[in-house]
């Protein structure tokens, strides 16, 4: 059920053109930084994007000019596990980690204290209309956001063709706080 329905919207998000995805994460990133959460937060979590997800370098350039910590994950693979890392330098302090995806140089910096974080911006395949969220299949958000403080903030950001009704889902799976799209701010109903 999640296989398929995980294939179905990554291949989706793979065919729109590199404007559709600069045009509309530039948009997602204004109505984030526009947020409450966001302007009261010192230390927030968000991801490096690939694969077409919503593009977060601008974002992270951005909320380090406004002097908050920014903090992105080293995937640990074989413990299924996400170390959030300061960034201080989108230039220089990122290598190529776990699934081909960017990550901060653990050399460059240092782990944040999970306790510490007031905001994480999260990534996602699929979310539905009550702010659960279908991942990649690592359960490596789930198993993250669990260890969150309970007042911390979690937003989703995605296109609206990542958005449905109903997304598959089991009872670990996370709801969020937020999610944003190109045209809609979702908060959940129950
Ligand atoms: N930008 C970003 N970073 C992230 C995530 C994400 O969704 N987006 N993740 C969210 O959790 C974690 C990585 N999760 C992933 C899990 C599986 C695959 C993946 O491509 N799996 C392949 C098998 C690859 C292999 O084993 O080498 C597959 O399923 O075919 C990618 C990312 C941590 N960092
Ligand atoms: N909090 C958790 N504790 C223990 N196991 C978990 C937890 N969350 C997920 N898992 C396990 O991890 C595997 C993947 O979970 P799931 O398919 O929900 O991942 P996902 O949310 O799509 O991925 P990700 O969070 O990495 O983007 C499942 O086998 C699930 O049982």
Do not use: W
């Amino acid at each position: 059920m999640k296989r398929e329905f995980r294939k179905k919207v990554i291949s989706e998000r793979k065919k729109q053109s590199p404007e559709f995805i600069s045009k509309n994460s530039s948009i997602i990133v204004d109505k984030v930084l526009q947020m409450d959460c966001i302007k009261k937060a010192k230390t927030i979590m968000l991801y490096l994007d690939f694969n077409n997800e919503v593009q977060t370098d601008d974002l992270i350039n951005k909320l380090i000019s406004l002097r908050k910590t920014v903090a992105s994950p080293i995937t640990l693979k074989e413990e299924k596990k996400l170390i959030p890392t300061q960034i201080t330098d989108l230039k220089n302090g990122i290598k190529i980690g776990a699934y081909n995806i960017r990550e901060p140089k653990l050399e460059c910096s240092h782990p944040i204290d999970i306790k510490d974080i007031d905001v994480v911006i999260v990534p996602a395949v699929a979310y539905d209309t009550n702010c659960y969220r279908l991942g990649y299949g690592g359960g490596f958000y789930d198993r993250f956001l669990e260890n969150l403080r309970p007042d911390a903030k979690t937003i989703g950001i995605a296109f609206d063709l990542q958005i449905f009704d109903e997304v598959p889902k089991e009872p670990h799976d996370a709801q969020l706080n937020f999610i944003v799209t190109e045209s809609k701010t979702i908060i959940p109903n129950k």
